[in-house]
């Protein structure tokens, strides 16, 4: 049965995103009338400041996560990353709350958590999870999901991969 999952990697359901792009939009465009009509042209300094937010945050809720037979695709608008199930050596999920993240144990991924649950891949062995996960390219990182966290550790269960949970935070393998 081949089975794909395409999906953005953020859940955009979620109204504090909402919210917060329209927070960005708006202080963009308040600093920009403001400049203009008080004549004070250093305000124009933070326009491309703001706008690069705002881009920032455009790339990360908007793009794609593919999840197939060959593996797990990231793409944006500027980049593609594909990672094939073999090379796949860590998955887990962490809570991000503020500054820090928390490591959630495979059994209680389903459990409610104040902060953000994100899921991720790594072709990284033992990979923890950690504030700037989502930087660094051997790593995929996207809003948590059942049905996809579901999906990639049958896929890994499947093909004999042995990945572990969390870099291994546990004693508890992947699948």
């Known amino acids: 049965m081949n089975q794909t999952l395409r999906f953005r990697s953020q859940n955009l359901s979620n109204p504090f995103i909402w919210l917060g ?10 600093v920009f009338v403001l400049a203009i009509q008080q004549q004070q042209f250093y305000l124009l300094f933070f326009v491309p400041v703001i706008a690069a937010i705002l881009i920032m945050l455009f790339v990360k809720w908007f793009s794609i996560i593919e999840v197939n037979e060959t593996g797990v695709t990231y793409q944006s608008i500027f980049k593609k990353r594909i990672i094939p199930w073999e090379e796949i ?11 820090t993240a928390k490591s959630v144990e495979k059994q209680k991924r389903d459990d409610f958590y104040f ?24 790593n995929i990182v996207f809003s948590y999901r059942k049905n996809v966290a579901d999906l990639i550790l049958k896929k890994l269960k499947e093909k004999n ?12 393998d992947c699948c």
């Not at 792009?21 to 308040?30: A, Q």
Request: hydrophobic share 45%; net charge positive; glycine share 8%.
């Open 161 to 172: 991969i042995a990945a572990s949970w969390n870099g291994g935070s546990g004693v508890e």
């Open 115 to 138: 902060g953000l649950k994100q899921f991720y891949i790594s072709t990284n062995q033992n990979q923890d999870p950690h504030k700037a996960l989502w930087l660094m390219p051997q």
């Open 89 to 99: 050596k860590t998955a887990g999920m962490y809570i991000s709350r503020r500054y």
């Open 21 to 30: 792009w329209l927070i960005t939009l708006f202080m963009l465009v308040l």
